[in-house]
């Protein structure tokens, strides 16, 4: 059957992850980069390569590309403990491979799944042989050793050349949001969560517990899996229940349904042309294909006709199924990205799936429970999609990988069933879409509340609102909570459709109050 396979087929012929959670047995406090080399070796074990060549594996590989670790996924951020000058080459380097290439990535979640396409056309076209997605996160580590006042040196002095890609941030800029306090992951998705509330016509309460019964059953999931930053299962009502624990950070989120950025954990991915992996005496049992990887890019959130939407990564999804010829139902293992609900709940809306799909909505656990190791979480999507099919021939796993705010998507389609890149048309890059809503430049008087979230933390709240002037153009600005009919309208948590009046504090801020 192999000779089947033309040599320039690429397939994934090795996963592997690695793990550790803070003061358990075995916690060795690694840094970014053992993380990672420790990944990168379980992947080559995974291949099973047997041939004459199966000590060599890592020796094959000419490409690798390091995945960004957050502390070093934009220009005001230093790794605390340092990092290796050549990050790509020192993970190279613990398992004693040399690649031609070496890349230190883009900021994003969805930058491995994306690479997955990039290095299967690269190989089908004959322009590499072996190639490796690998990363790392060790915030976890990072935040136990700072609290003991702990200052290791995780530099090193690696030398060599690598390709750095740039932090790839520019289009996740949104200067007018984040001098308004929506300057993180959270409040931005809140933002678009509460606009999907408010579509739905649900209360906060009410939708609190959507996310509950979402959510519930990845943490069934992520209890099971041994890589899980927090391996507990929890019920709907637990999720959705705001207590001192489980304290709102931005509405309508309570602390365990977000992202859960303290994590210790590390992915691999290596895809090699099917040539190649018979050379090395990887058994064909190990191949999974890859049927089809296409990529997308959204508009800024204040630009986007649907605040709640996201039809990149609906048309990702979709383009991929159509690639490989699939419909949604064909995919036996789903695993969409999961940092919040929306992402989530928008491929559950667009393709009628509900919470409790007997396939399950994840493979890993999820972000808030299994662990949002950074840019590299849908590395382990992938590994674990990897080891599924290959334990159910023929079956078919859908990966969603997600970047930003909702702003970069990639899908990828895996199955043992080989797949034809003789003409390496299935991986694809999507055009972007061009019908943006303008934002309003200089003062607006008045504007009309579209979704709101409010920060929750010790220095007090903070409503963030993004809506509507007269003119039709988008208006970010801040609600005044000193005002009582304001505060009234955002704590309940139904300003939607409430006509602010208009006004620029001392610091150039759009402050709103709600019109009398």
């Not at 365990?256 to 991915?269: C, E, F, G, L, P």
């Not at 590395?379 to 702003?407: K, P, Y």
């Not at 019908?435 to 709240?461: C, F, H, S």
């Amino acid at each position: 059957m192999s000779t089947k396979v033309p040599d320039n087929t690429p397939v994934v012929i090795g996963v592997g992850q690695y793990s550790e959670r803070v003061g358990e047995p075995g916690y060795a406090a690694l840094s970014y980069m053992d993380l990672a080399g420790r990944a990168l070796a379980a992947a080559i074990a995974d291949t099973g390569a047997s041939g004459a060549a199966s000590g060599d594996v890592a020796g094959a590989i000419d490409t690798l590309a390091a995945i960004r670790a957050f502390e070093m996924s934009r220009p005001d951020r230093k790794p605390p403990f340092g990092a290796a000058d050549n990050v790509p080459r020192a993970i190279a380097k613990r398992v004693g491979a040399n690649p031609a290439s070496a890349i230190l990535t883009t900021t994003g979640g969805q930058t491995n799944q994306q690479l997955v396409g990039e290095f299967a056309s690269a190989i089908a076209a004959g322009d590499s042989r072996c190639a490796v997605i690998v990363g790392s996160e060790a915030i976890s580590t990072v935040l136990a050793l700072s609290a003991k006042g702990e200052t290791p040196d995780w530099s090193e002095e690696i030398g060599g050349d690598f390709e750095d890609q740039g932090f790839g941030v520019e289009e996740l800029m949104e200067p007018a949001l984040f001098m308004h306090g929506a300057s993180g992951a959270i409040p931005l998705y809140a933002l678009a969560e509460n606009a999907r509330r408010h579509r739905l016509g649900m209360g906060l309460e009410e939708y609190r517990l959507e996310i509950g019964k979402l959510f519930a059953p990845f943490t069934r999931v992520a209890a099971a899996n041994p890589h899980s930053a927090a391996p507990v299962e929890r019920s709907a009502e637990e999720l959705a229940t705001v207590t001192d624990r489980n304290r709102i950070v931005a509405e309508p989120y309570p602390r365990m349904t977000v992202a859960r950025d303290q994590v210790n954990q590390a992915a691999a991915i290596i895809v090699a042309s099917a040539g190649l992996a018979r050379e090395l005496g990887v058994p064909e049992d190990k191949w999974v294909h890859i049927h089809a990887v296409t990529a997308a890019t959204e508009l800024k959130l204040s630009q986007r006709p649907d605040l709640a939407g996201n039809p990149a990564s609906l048309a990702s999804v979709d383009a991929a199924l159509a690639r490989a010829g699939k419909g949604i139902g064909d995919m036996a293992y789903l695993d969409f990205y999961s940092c919040f609900a929306i992402p989530v709940f928008n491929q559950c809306d667009h393709f009628g799936l509900s919470a409790d799909d007997p396939r399950g909505l994840t493979l890993t656990g999820g972000l808030p429970f299994f662990g949002g190791a950074g840019n590299n979480y849908s590395a382990h999507a992938i590994a674990e999609a990897v080891q599924r099919v290959r334990g159910d021939r023929g079956s078919f796993a859908l990966v969603g990988a997600n970047g930003g705010w909702m702003s970069k998507y990639a899908t990828g389609i895996y199955s043992t069933t080989p797949a034809d890149w003789s003409a390496n048309d299935r991986f694809a890059v999507l055009p972007k879409a061009t019908d943006t809503v303008p934002l309003a430049k200089g003062a607006v008087d008045a504007a009309t509340v579209e979704t709101y979230t409010i920060n929750r933390g010790p220095k007090g709240a903070e409503a963030i609102f993004i809506g509507r002037s007269d003119a039709g153009e988008r208006v970010v600005g801040n609600a005044d909570l000193t005002d009582a009919a304001t505060a009234e309208a955002f704590e309940s948590g139904e300003p939607f459709g409430k006509r602010l009046t208009l006004r620029q504090d001392e610091r150039g801020r759009t402050v709103g109050r709600v019109a009398p």
